[in-house]
C-alpha cells in the first residue's frame, strides 16, 4: 500500500497564502486529467475548502511522490522552498488517521463542525466522476466517513455551536451588545454556508437579504423569512445595510475598495466566509471599516482543552485504521488468487 497526501489548512498557512492553493472545480478537474497521464500514480482525490487545500494520492509501490510537488508543478511554482513551512506531507498509516480525524471535525478551526464530513464525501465523489480515484482511495475515503460518523454518533462533538454561521451570529451579536447598530445585514452568495449563516441570523432577529445571480434563479434557494436582491445591485443597496457578510466560490472579489468608496454611505461591518476571499484586502483601509475573514472569525474564540475527546477519538480510530489495512490485506491476496488460477 502506497499511499500519501500533502497539505496546506490553517494550522500551518493564513488565509493568504491557503487561497493561493486554492482550487475551484474546474481546476480540481484540469489538476486530475494531467496526473491520470503519469502511469506511476493510480488514483488522486483533491480536497479544497476555506480551511484547507490537501492532495491524496495512492502510487504505484516503491515510488516516492510529493503531491505538493506536483500541485506546484501545474500552477508553475517553482519556488517550492518558500512554501515548505506551509504544508505537511504524510505517507502510509499517517495518512489514514488523518484523514478519519479530518473528517470528524477536529482538524477543524471550529471543533467537531459538521460540514466538513459532506465536503470529505463531495471530494471522493467529484474524483469519481472524473474517473481519478481508485479502488483503494475509494476505501480509505469511505473508511475516514464510517469512522467520522461512528465518532460523531458516539461522542456527540457536534452542536449548534459548531459552525463558521454561529461565529458570524455570535459576532454580529456582540456588536449589537456593544451598542452598535447591526439590524440589517446584506449575505451575499446563495451557497450552502450563505444559506445556512442567513437563516441563523434570520432566525434570531436580523433582517437578512440574499443576492442572487438572475442566472442561476432556478437553482437559488432563499431561506423563510429572507429577502432577495439581484447580485449585480448590491452596491446600489449597501447602503441600507449595517453589515455584509460574503460567502461564495467566485474567483473574483465580491466587494471591492474601489466600488465601495464609490458608495456615499455603505457598511462598517463585513464578514469574509470564503477562501480566495470574497471581500478585497484594501476594503479594511476605508475609514470605519472593520473586516473578519475566516481566521480572524474563528482565531477569536478561546481554544478549550479537547484532550479527553481527542483519547476516546484515538480509539475508534485505531479500530477502522485496522479495519481499512485488513480490506488491503484481503484485496492483495484475492489478486494474487486471481493470477495463480489464470495460469
Request: glycine share 4%; net charge negative.
Amino acid at each position: 500500500m502506497n499511499i500519501c497526501m500533502a497539505g496546506i489548512d490553517h494550522s500551518t498557512a493564513g488565509v493568504e497564502i491557503r487561497e493561493r492553493f486554492s482550487l475551484t472545480q474546474a481546476k480540481i478537474q484540469e489538476v486530475y486529467e494531467q496526473l491520470k497521464q503519469k502511469e506511476n500514480i493510480y488514483g488522486t482525490v483533491i480536497l479544497s475548502t476555506c480551511n484547507r487545500t490537501e492532495i491524496y494520492m495512492s502510487c504505484e509501490d516503491g515510488i516516492i511522490v510529493n503531491p505538493f510537488e506536483e500541485i506546484c508543478k501545474i500552477y508553475d511554482i517553482f519556488d517550492i522552498e518558500k512554501y515548505k513551512n506551509a504544508y505537511k506531507l504524510r505517507y502510509g498509516d499517517d495518512v489514514i488517521e488523518h484523514l478519519c480525524k479530518l473528517a470528524c471535525g477536529v482538524k477543524s478551526q471550529i471543533w467537531g463542525e459538521d460540514q466538513i464530513i459532506t465536503q470529505v464525501k463531495n471530494a471522493v465523489a467529484f474524483s469519481r466522476e472524473n474517473k481519478a480515484a481508485d479502488s483503494i482511495l475509494e476505501v480509505l475515503f469511505r473508511t475516514a466517513v464510517t469512522c467520522a460518523k461512528k465518532i460523531k454518533t458516539e461522542l456527540k462533538l457536534s452542536s449548534p455551536q459548531n459552525s463558521i454561521a454561529y461565529k458570524t451570529l455570535s459576532l454580529l451579536q456582540r456588536y449589537k451588545q456593544e451598542g452598535k447598530k447591526i439590524d440589517n445585514v446584506l449575505v451575499i452568495g446563495n451557497g450552502e454556508i450563505g444559506r445556512l449563516t442567513a437563516e441563523m441570523l434570520c432566525n434570531n432577529g436580523f433582517c437578512v437579504t440574499m443576492t442572487l445571480r438572475r442566472y442561476k434563479h432556478s437553482d437559488n434557494i432563499v431561506p423563510d423569512g429572507c429577502n432577495s436582491v439581484e447580485y449585480n445591485d448590491r452596491y446600489s443597496v449597501m447602503p441600507q445595510y449595517d453589515a455584509v457578510v460574503s460567502a461564495t466560490s467566485s474567483p473574483h472579489y465580491t466587494v471591492s475598495a474601489e466600488e465601495l468608496n464609490n458608495c456615499e454611505v455603505y457598511p462598517k461591518l463585513f464578514v469574509d466566509l470564503a477562501v480566495p476571499r470574497d471581500i478585497e484586502p484594501e476594503v479594511e483601509n476605508i475609514n470605519g471599516v472593520k473586516v473578519y475573514n475566516v481566521d480572524s472569525l474563528c482565531g477569536e474564540e478561546i481554544e478549550q482543552d479537547h484532550q479527553r475527546q481527542l483519547e476516546q477519538i484515538q480509539l475508534f480510530i485505531e479500530k477502522y485504521k485496522q479495519d481499512f489495512k485488513d480490506w488491503y490485506v484481503y484485496k492483495q491476496k484475492a489478486q494474487l488468487q486471481s493470477v495463480y488460477s489464470a495460469v
